[in-house]
Every structure is written in C-alpha cells, then in structure tokens.
C-alpha cells in the first residue's frame, strides 16, 4: 500500500515537472529571459529556506522512527524508502513555494 502511494506521488511529481519545462520553454522565436541579481538572490534565499525545512523534516522523521520501532529493534526498509522520496518531493515543493512567495513580495513591494 505505501509502495503504490509513493509511486502515485512520485508518477504524480514527474508529470507535472514535465509539464512545467514544457509550459515555461523558451520557444524559438522568443529571446530568453533574463536574470538578474534579484533572481539570484531569490534563488539563494529559496534554497537556503529549502535545506533548513528539509534538515527538520529529516531530523524529525528519524525520531519518530526510532521511536516507534525501538522495542523490534529495526526499522522496516519500507520506511526509509518512503522518507527518502518525502524528501525529494519536500524538496522541490519548499524550493518552489519559497521562491513564489519571494518574487510576490517583491512584486508587491515594486508597485
């Protein structure tokens, strides 16, 4: 049953990265955009955002984890590897949502 979710989220994650590279292409008859200090810095500042939620994330799963498995002494391998695509969707998702919620403020704050 985890298997089949993990594998619908992470079917789910592929589609729509694919979906998204598809939609926001730089076609042939269009000039690329252009990025500058602003972009960068936002894209620092996202992925910094990113990292610390992703290192609670982690740190809290294993926790819970050792807790819920201390008195059978492993933890089933199922579990890591549902934690290790959480973490890769948590990943794209806090970068990406970090980064939007930047570039609306910096928008709101432009005018």
């Known amino acids: ?40 810095e936002i894209s620092r500042r996202a992925a910094e955002g990113s990292f610390h939620t992703l290192a609670i994330f982690v740190f809290f799963a294993c926790i819970i984890l050792h807790d819920n498995f201390l008195s059978e002494g492993s933890i089933p391998v199922e579990w890591m590897f549902l934690l290790a695509f959480a973490t890769l969707i948590l990943a794209h998702l806090t970068q990406s949502t970090i980064s939007l919620l930047f570039y609306h403020r910096r928008d709101e704050s432009s005018g």
């Open 1 to 40: 049953m985890r298997r089949n979710i993990t594998g619908g989220l992470i079917a789910a994650g592929l589609i729509s990265r694919v979906i998204i590279i598809y939609i926001t292409r730089t076609k042939k008859n269009e000039k690329r955009i252009l990025v500058d200090e602003r972009d960068r």
